[in-house]
């Protein structure tokens, strides 16, 4: 590389490094404004979009492939016919089907699925947090879960909880794939050197809280607690170098959901 193209190569990897920071919150931005459906919503969605095909001919693969999925993600949740997380699993199988077509696109699988361990005191800090965090966010707000309510089938409260233990598991293992997987890679990619774990988990911490601006828990108020939690879960990602620990962390607090989420319907609290 001579002396007049290294200002060049420099120049790109700030404009990708911002530019897959703005495609992130772009993604998750869209989510917020698809609850009122307007252009907003799709111009985001679009720039997400665009986003993965500018980095993929700027020759990072890697944060195209996130995008991808991330935007995938998006247009599909807007579908009335696939319940959460459906989504993120038909999107993961698009971005397989990509990488496949085009195998630039393949993240990096070995980083992405490294296991990793579960040590017993940084997971139980990260999943003990949720079931007061949420239950205090329940009971304090009395939020209008309306749409989340009638999720719940009307079965035996046996079956009720044996398939709310399926989708904690099914949710968190895809959530974190996307999360603290594909996108945590990708933003590792092209992160600065000074900030390096600040940029990575912020950007995907923050990505999750917009996403999750409908869900349980919602509105800024949970916006903000589900970025810091997303925080946390990328720290636990970090400290353990794999998703076993994030995983189970996470188990836990879609269950704490799935169970209170169950009481409402039935009428308990």
Partial sequence: MDANEAP???TLRRAVRW??????????????????PGPLALLFALAAGAGALAFRFAGRPRPAAALALL???????????????????????GLALLARLDPGLRPSWARVLARGPVPLAPTALVA???????????FGMRPDLGDLDRMVPDLPVPLLFLGAVLFAVTNATLEELLWRGVLMDALDSVAPRRGRALYVV??????????HAWGFPRGPLGVAMVTVWAAMLGWLRLRTRGLAAPIVAHTVADSVIAALLIGAARGYW
Avoid at 19 to 36: C, D, I, P
């Fill in 8 to 10: 060049r190569v420099t």
């Fill in 19 to 36: 530019g897959l920071a703005g495609g992130v919150v772009a993604a998750g931005l869209s989510v917020v404004f698809s609850r009122t």
């Fill in 71 to 93: 935007t995938l993600t998006l247009g599909l949740a807007e579908l009335p016919f696939l319940p959460w997380p459906a989504p993120l699993a038909v999107a993961s199988l």
């Fill in 128 to 138: 003990g947090v949720t079931p007061f965090a949420l239950a205090a966010w329940y």
């Fill in 202 to 211: 912020g950007l995907s911490a923050l990505s999750m809280g917009l996403m």
